[in-house]
């Protein structure tokens, strides 16, 4: 049987970069571990090569859990890396590759862990249900989102899942913090489109569109969005005061994450709001005023508060600019305090005496959101033991993606105690 590293290489080396020629490849290479190991795989397409994988392992409960992951992964260019990005190298114990983190090494963790318990004979407490995804890395509707309406009854029994960007390590003195993920921010990416009178660029503009959108996007990227205190968050904030030995200074959250280094991370972009300029278009020639000008923004918010997030981007935007949503997605959370929650808790101490779980809220989204539509209450929870100096956060989408071997091994063992023991 293929260690989890062995698996989590092969993945790499599948250059399932989105956008590309997607994720069929690396979708077969899942399917026939999964039938090899004596289970039925689904698979199937939304459109050409946007392939997801997706099985059924019966358990002592029909109360099914869903674990996912998806297959594409983001760009990446070979002359910024050490080793080639799809290479799936394994140098000083690291696995190295474009999706070590995001999130093929997780996809390894999961198969490693399934075709364990079915090499031994064990036989999970609840029916699991295995979900390897296309488009996680777009908005979802080559993957998750053509899964839950298209296919919504291979999700039939599912109450609960675990995912990506949760139950990693981040060193704190004698302990080492293990967030739990129980909540994410919306997404709200959106297109502005500004529209004027064209005219040569000598004379006197009458109502230049260029002019009038990167006004409206200074005010956006200038604005200081206030702090906003979800449950989730405050709960993270007074764990850490508990872990450390030091209270958090509400009134100075930003200091604070700054102050307290890695654990700071895990609050300091989910105090707030935020939007982003990402992608800026106008004009065909230096000496003609166009008659529109465009821009998108990435726009992100907290659980609960859409309704606060959108009417401030239009204060900020003003009347002369048009806003459409290229994507609009809730902001999903999870119940906290919880049984499950505490389940995964233990898996995590199980395993690492050491381990002090505590809930946390994605800054950015994840496929979570497209099962919370059919009432799937999506956790983070993708365990990895770090090296105290690896930078987690900066492995994703960033040059020089890797993963810990150990690492892997360690996720595969707690997974394993998560689904076979009581």
Partial sequence: MKSVAEICSDLIRFDTTNPGSGERPAAEYV????????????????APHRTTVVARFEGDSSDALLIHGHLDVVPADPAEWELHPFSGEIVDDCVYGRGAV?????????????????????????????????DEEATGDYGSRHAVTEHRDLFDGVTQAISESGGFSVTSGPSRVYPIAVGE?????MKLTAH????????????????????????????????????????????????????????RLDDEADRLGALGTLFKGQIRNSANPTMLSAGYKVNVVPSSAEAHVDGRYLPGLQEEFLSTVDELLGPKITREFVNLEDAPSAPYPSSFFDELGAALVAE???????????SGGTDAKSFARIGIEGYGFAPLMLRPDLDYFGMFHGKDERVPVEGLEFGTRVLTRLLTHP
């Fill in 31 to 46: 399917a026939t571990l999964l039938a090899d190991a004596g289970l039925q795989p689904e698979v199937f397409e939304s």
């Fill in 102 to 134: 995001d999130m093929k090494g997780s996809c390894a963790m999961t198969l490693a862990t399934v075709l364990g318990m079915r090499a031994r004979g064990l036989r999970p407490r609840r029916d699991l249900v295995l979900a390897f995804l296309a």
């Fill in 185 to 189: 921010r919306g997404t709200s990416w």
């Fill in 196 to 251: 004027g009178v064209a005219g040569h660029g000598s004379r006197p503009a009458v109502d230049n569109p260029v002019a009038t959108l990167a006004h409206a996007l200074s005010r956006v990227a200038s604005h200081q969005w206030p702090v906003r205190l979800t449950p989730s968050v405050a709960a993270l904030l007074r764990s850490l005061s508990e872990i450390t030995g030091q209270p958090i200074d509400l009134e």
């Fill in 352 to 362: 690492d005496p050491l381990a002090r779980p505590v809930p946390y809220v994605m």
